[in-house]
């Protein structure tokens, strides 16, 4: 008898944990961690135009060594950051973020210094990786959004009963969300 109702426990829970909306959690989250790769392949193609572009600068801005500087060492730092996908909490991805932040005003400060020399802002290099970075930072835009949205997704079902049930008996953890950056919600201050 004991052997039967195993055999039957067998047949039956692959049945009942695929209706229970276990696979569906599973493919969420793989929507997550996939969408994840998306958003560090966009960081990466921006990290990967900084030493063209730095070199360019260099060029031209002999006496900026200061910036490019750090530029160069915030992509060094943004790009030390590796992170595991399957754990992606709060403190890991502000970790990720405040870095990529970093990169981000730092390229600021350098666009900041372009603006002195007229005859690099001319310079079809410089013209073509500028536009390259333009683009890249669109992407990490879209890809960041896109990512919040599977994060919403997969946050919203794990959440809701029953699947909120499957969830904890599967430690099905809530992911973190890319935020907006500390003060950008207040308008840059523009003086001509």
Do not use: H
């Not at 039957?8 to 209706?19: G, I, K, R």
């Not at 989250?29 to 063209?52: C, F, H, K, M, S």
């Not at 946050?155 to 890319?178: H, Q, R």
């Amino acid at each position: 008898m004991k052997n039967i109702l195993r055999l039957l426990a067998v047949v039956l829970m692959p049945l009942l944990l695929s209706s229970c909306g276990y696979n569906k959690m599973v493919s969420l989250q793989e929507e997550v961690t996939g969408q994840w790769a998306n958003v560090e392949t966009a960081y990466q193609r921006r990290a990967d135009l900084i030493p063209n572009l730095v070199a360019t600068v260099k060029g031209y801005a002999e006496f900026e060594k200061e910036t490019l500087e750090g530029v160069v060492n915030a992509r060094a730092k943004a790009t030390s950051m590796n992170i595991d996908a399957s754990k992606l909490d709060a403190n890991t991805l502000k970790s990720f973020q405040a870095n990529q932040g970093e990169l981000s005003n730092a390229l600021s400060r350098l666009m900041v210094v372009v603006e002195k020399y007229p005859d690099l802002k001319a310079n079809q290099n410089f013209l073509e990786l500028q536009s390259q970075l333009e683009g890249t930072e669109n992407r990490i835009s879209v890809e960041r959004r896109r990512f919040n949205d599977l994060v919403r997704a997969y946050n919203t079902y794990i959440k809701k009963f029953p699947s909120n049930l499957i969830a904890g008996m599967f430690d099905f953890e809530e992911k973190a969300y890319f935020e907006a950056d500390a003060g950008s919600e207040k308008a840059p201050e523009v003086k001509f």
